[in-house]
């Protein structure tokens, strides 16, 4: 699978936003490193065109972004709304999750994601996908 395109100048801000992820982005990511999703590999803090996504899997194209209080601010709503439909213009499926959920809820928001790993999954396989 090869890479989504990227603006390289984002690395070091990538590499910083790693060092410094939210609770509920460290919360999220113990969960999803080391293939612990049904076996797939997640990456963190990964670029995509001009956008640094929280968490993607590359085979699936699966981006998932935590979104906390200040996603609830129409201007970055709007942002949004722009930056899911340019990674969705690529056929990347991006899933939402609130990062109230991630701190109180933890075990759905996964039972969530591993939903959504498993309809990718086998959309990926099905015989019209070849």
């Known amino acids: 699978m090869s890479r989504p395109p990227y603006d390289q100048s984002l690395k070091p801000l990538a590499r910083k936003l790693r060092k410094r992820m939210p609770k509920s ?3 999220l990511w113990s969960r999803l490193r080391r293939k612990q999703v049904r076996g797939y590999t ?3 803090q990964f670029i ?5 996504v929280d968490f993607y899997c590359r085979p699936l194209r699966l981006a998932v972004e935590v979104d906390g209080i200040s996603h609830d601010d129409p201007a970055v709503a709007s942002h949004d709304a722009q930056r899911q439909s ?3 213009a ?5 899933l939402r999750v ?3 959920d991630v701190l109180n809820d933890l075990d759905n928001v996964v039972c969530a994601i591993e939903g959504c790993v498993v309809d990718l999954a086998q959309e990926d396989s ?3 996908s070849s």
Do not use: H, K
């Open 42 to 44: 997640f990456y963190r």
């Open 126 to 128: 099905s015989p019209s």
């Open 25 to 27: 982005e460290r919360r």
């Open 98 to 100: 609130s990062s109230a």
């Open 86 to 88: 340019d990674l969705e």
């Open 48 to 52: 995509i065109l001009r956008y640094i």
């Open 90 to 94: 690529l056929g990347i499926t991006v």
